[in-house]
């Protein structure tokens, strides 16, 4: 059976100012798969289903890009998550946009007030194993409508659990605003953990970085069941919706001026 995932080809200037005109008057989710995440997408028809819904899927890796690549013959873009969330805190937001957190630490949203100059970031961060908890679900979910309409909404809970949310937010028809799944983004900009150098994510390399850094936490994930991205990929059909080519310093909807805002990426 061949499975089929759906990319919009956006680099991270492009998507920027998709993100930048979305507004707070509709409603839409955003993925960005990586290989841990692909892997899942063809193993678990639930999964496919959360992709399946969400408005914009956003290739996190360019390590699976250039697999996709050499596969294919063309390389789709890529739009790294952690890249997108520190350049839409940093260069997209005003700040008294308001904006809504799921995940991390009380200690990490403050910092990202302060780093951001965010006045209106309101954090909620839901009890371990909360998503097998139907009334901590509840209360994650009426806590985002209850700041809505955001103008974004990161949900930082880790993969299956923020599609999860996404949807059923998407479901309800109540928040208004871009939310967007991040995993542990978060963890980067407050420096929780450590971002590979740049040099190793353009070569598709952050994946040995994270590995080298935590083998303990890592090697299952990378060396164990990551590798099952090779068999998989012949079985999947990558069908590409065309997104502007767009080359710009930054959107013109960004209250912050920067010599560079790729500067201010970690």
């Given at each position: ?62 390590f ?12 789709p ?41 965010l ?32 103008r ?10 923020q ?56 090697a ?47």
């Amino acid at each position: 059976m061949t499975i089929v995932l759906r990319l919009d080809d956006y680099d991270l200037a492009g998507f920027m100012s998709v993100a930048a005109e979305f507004g707070r008057d509709r409603a839409g989710y955003v993925v960005t798969p990586n290989v841990d995440h692909l892997i899942r997408y063809c193993d678990e028809q639930m999964f496919r289903d959360l992709y399946h819904e969400a408005a914009f899927t956003l290739l996190d890796s360019r390590f699976l890009s250039h697999l996709i690549g050499l596969r294919s013959g063309r390389r789709p873009r890529v739009c790294p998550g952690s890249d997108l969330t520190a350049a839409l805190l940093a260069v997209v937001t005003e700040p008294d946009d308001p904006l809504v957190l799921i995940g991390g630490s009380s200690t990490q949203a403050r910092q990202l007030r302060v780093q951001f100059g965010l006045r209106s970031l309101h954090h909620y961060s839901p009890i371990m194993g909360f998503i097998s908890d139907p009334a901590a679900v509840e209360q994650c979910l009426t806590y985002v409508e209850s700041h809505s309409p955001f103008r974004f909404c990161f949900l930082a809970v880790g993969s299956p659990q923020q599609e999860i949310l996404a949807q059923r937010l998407k479901d309800r028809g109540i928040a208004r605003g871009l939310t967007l799944c991040i995993g542990g983004s978060i963890n980067f900009l407050t420096g929780l953990e450590r971002r590979a150098p740049r040099w190793m994510r353009r070569l598709g390399f952050e994946w040995l970085f994270r590995l080298l850094q935590n083998p303990g936490r890592m090697a299952r994930r990378y060396l164990i069941r990551g590798p099952r991205i090779f068999a998989l990929l012949p079985r999947m059909q990558f069908q590409l919706r065309e997104a502007p080519v767009v080359t710009v310093d930054a959107p013109s909807a960004a209250p912050r001026a920067a010599e560079s805002w790729r500067d201010l990426l970690p």
